[in-house]
């Protein structure tokens, strides 16, 4: 007779064998599907590399890849350093307002990469209010795009980067002090080389971050061509979906290379706190936190004025003729065909990714952590699980083109529909989720599943009793991670929309091209107080679960 242990175990592989099926439906096929479609042309005929020689012989094409890189070697040269700054006020100093600042400088989170560009070309367009300080250069391109790009990358540096701050060692400074040395040699000595794996993965994350993004050098870019918007214009403007399939398989490169140093860097890095660390608490220096608090001010002021030039911006009656304040911006319905069932599908989208997404996401994650055996099953979810961090969402986007139009495909009926999209910014968004979701549940001690096995207590009452419970603070978290960039994704769904199920980041694209940027600042300041709204829930939900599951901690 089979025992409970071999029936936990079979049914452990069969959920594995569902994860791994998930990945590979909605990740590994779509993205080889691309890979085909780069060698075919648009009869489906075999061509080898006639498409990609085509793209080496076209400039424009070849010049966008030279501009995607320069503009994200400086974007990252500017963000790194100001958030590497703007962390260590909030994590070594003892100024005041550190936690009002830390709030203001995770603001850009919870808007569309699109509505810094949008307030840019408020502040320094054509008609914008300080135009001047442009000294005659135009926003539209490249100036443009770098300052957005610094606005929307900052704060994912900054969390990087004040988390590798965060934990020091209080010896090694008191015995760099008792050697006499300087608060500079201290700093170049001990503090850089402490964080210095944070900085490199701050580097790689935000390079590729503004590598892949669309939203922003399609909204500002002007004729400034990036591989993002060549990939656009391909596909949605010249129907040249094979070509389309080349420039993504190009813009897959960079992202794959960062990636993969950034894990090599990972691997090299080593444990900077032991058992017998002292924490390190800041002391006060009057000057230092002075001028660091002006420091931290500045970026704040930066920050709140983008958000709030979009938000004035979308109540005035006509920019810059007729200053006087309206609520008909919001009227999206006359702006784009859409108008508000765009909030709503988004509304709807988001909650699909937020609950089925974390319940895909945490079940795999518990069956890589706590499954006993199936070695083989565990590895290829976890390495199917990492991809996602390397393929930018316009790539993934082509790629579910192709797969789901596919002759014989039984899963076309989703196309166009709010599951594909779904399932599509599941997947996109599916590493860091998951990387959460394994480092809460690695926190817990593998004994626990010891004691249930040898009182023969089932792994799934196991996993709701106990596990779940302990780790329910991190699954919230990645619930609101994974509902705040369904709400404000563009390019991993710019491609699968329908007729129906438009979103509020297509609209907002849509009536920037059509001219009613008004409307569109409106809807991205909705998507904003959205997000604002399910922060302030996960807060509340989180304060609840600490009192009724985290008691423990408290011992």
Same mark, same amino acid.
């Given at each position: ?20 099926a998930y990945l590979a439906v909605f990740l590994a096929l779509p993205l080889g599907t691309l890979f085909e479609k780069s060698f075919r042309d648009h009869n489906g005929a075999w061509v080898g590399l006639a ?13 966008? $890849? ?5 503009? +994200? ?62 000294? *005659? ?6 100036? *443009? ?42 700093f170049l000595t001990v503090t850089l080389p402490g964080v210095k794996y944070g900085l490199v993965s701050a580097f790689f994350v935000v390079f590729t971050m503004v590598a892949t993004d669309f939203g922003i ?24 979906? %094979? ?13 794959? $290379? ?78 784009? =065909? ?12 988001? =909650? ?102 040898? $009182? ?19 699954? $919230? ?13 563009? +390019? ?14 297509? +609209?907002?694209?849509?009536?920037? %091209? ?24 996960? +807060? ?16």
């Amino acid at each position: 007779m089979r025992t409970r242990l071999d029936t936990d175990a079979l049914l452990q592989r069969l959920a594995l064998l569902g994860v791994v099926a998930y990945l590979a439906v909605f990740l590994a096929l779509p993205l080889g599907t691309l890979f085909e479609k780069s060698f075919r042309d648009h009869n489906g005929a075999w061509v080898g590399l006639a498409n990609w020689l085509r793209y080496m012989e076209t400039p424009s094409l070849v010049a966008s $890849l030279g501009n995607t890189i320069w503009v +994200s070697l400086l974007a990252t040269a500017i963000v790194v350093p100001l958030a590497f700054v703007y962390a260590y006020a909030l994590t070594r100093t003892t100024m005041r307002f550190r936690g009002t600042f830390r709030a203001i400088g995770l603001l850009p989170i919870l808007a569309p990469s699109l509505l810094s560009a949008i307030s840019l070309i408020y502040l320094f367009g054509n008609q914008g209010l300080a135009r001047w300080v442009l000294m *005659g250069n135009s926003v539209y391109g490249p100036i *443009g795009i770098v300052i957005a790009q610094v606005f929307y990358c900052f704060p994912h540096a900054f969390l990087i980067l004040a988390t590798a701050l965060s934990i020091a060692d209080k010896r090694h400074y008191e015995a760099a002090e008792v050697l006499g040395a300087s608060n500079a040699r201290i700093f170049l000595t001990v503090t850089l080389p402490g964080v210095k794996y944070g900085l490199v993965s701050a580097f790689f994350v935000v390079f590729t971050m503004v590598a892949t993004d669309f939203g922003i050098p399609k909204v500002i870019g002007g004729r400034f061509n990036v591989l993002a918007t060549d990939i656009y214009k391909q596909v949605v403007g010249q129907q040249n979906f %094979e070509m389309g399939a080349v420039v993504g398989m190009v813009l897959l490169l960079p992202a794959c $290379l960062a990636f993969a140093a950034d894990r090599w860097v990972a691997r090299r890095q080593v444990a900077l706190l032991t058992a017998r660390a002292v924490p390190f608490t800041p002391q006060a220096n009057a000057m230092r936190d002075w001028l660091l608090f002006a420091f931290c001010g500045l970026i704040a002021l930066c920050i709140l004025t983008l958000l709030g030039i979009a938000a004035w911006a979308s109540f005035i009656q006509y920019w810059p003729w007729n200053m006087s304040l309206t609520w008909r911006h919001y009227l999206f319905s006359n702006a784009d =065909a859409s108008g508000w069932s765009a909030y709503f599908n988004t509304l709807q989208m988001a =909650a699909l990714v937020a609950t089925f997404g974390t319940f895909v996401i945490a079940f795999g994650a518990w069956l890589v952590e706590k499954t006993k055996g199936a070695e083989i099953l565990r590895g290829v979810v976890q390495f199917l699980a990492m991809i996602p961090l390397a393929v930018p969402g316009l790539v993934l986007g082509i790629a579910y083109i192709f797969f789901f139009n596919k002759p014989g495909n039984p899963l076309g009926f989703l196309y166009g529909t709010i599951g594909i999209l779904a399932l599509n910014t599941i997947t996109h968004f599916y590493t860091v989720a998951h990387l959460t979701a394994l480092q809460a549940l690695k926190q817990m001690d593998p004994e626990f599943e010891s004691v249930s096995a040898s $009182l023969k207590v089932s792994v799934w009452r196991t996993a709701w009793k106990v596990t779940l419970p302990v780790v329910s603070p991190a699954m $919230l978290d990645v619930w609101f991670y994974m509902f705040v960039n369904a709400m404000t994704t563009v +390019s991993a769904v710019v491609f699968l929309y329908g007729p129906f199920s438009k979103l509020a980041s297509v +609209s907002i694209i849509n009536m920037d %091209e059509a001219g009613f940027t008004a409307s569109a600042a409106g809807m991205g300041i909705v998507i904003v107080l959205t997000s604002g709204f399910a922060k302030i829930l996960q +807060s509340l939900l989180a304060a609840y679960l600490a009192k009724r599951t985290q008691a423990w901690r408290m011992r």
